[in-house]
């Protein structure tokens, strides 16, 4: 049987699924409910969350199943600045280079965008993940941009576009 993997912009009819990955990577990641997506009233509705011009949420799809998904949309208070998202991946996406090709597909849609800097915000347990994001360029900033209401990501990094 022949893996069809790809990265596609989210659709409606995805909101469903991808709000239910993201959520079991918490979970199973044991992060807290509160102060971290998992809380956030947009999570149920990623479509529309991401539909302004300058957003886009990419979902990774294996044999039409989401097993990952990450965003980009600007800062509250500042244009400049976009944020890195909600980016997850279930246990079967991950250790094959499937992460390193959604953050590629990201901060190319950022850089295309205009914007200066991407910010990520991150829980001091996801070591692997900033690891990643370490690789790619983002270093650890000792302070917080924007007001995105999770209080439990207190690892901050940026990098310059």
Partial sequence: MSQSIAIRPIQKKDNQATA???RYVLIEQNAPKTGTAYEDKALDDLYETYKDERAVYYILTENDEIIG???IQALDDDDSICELQKMY???KARGRGLGQQMIEQCLRFAKNQGYKSCYIETLPSMKAAQKRYLRNGFEYIDYKLGQTGHHACTVWMLKEL
């Fill in 20 to 22: 239910e990955m993201i």
């Fill in 89 to 91: 991946f279930h246990p």
């Fill in 69 to 71: 998904g990450a965003g």
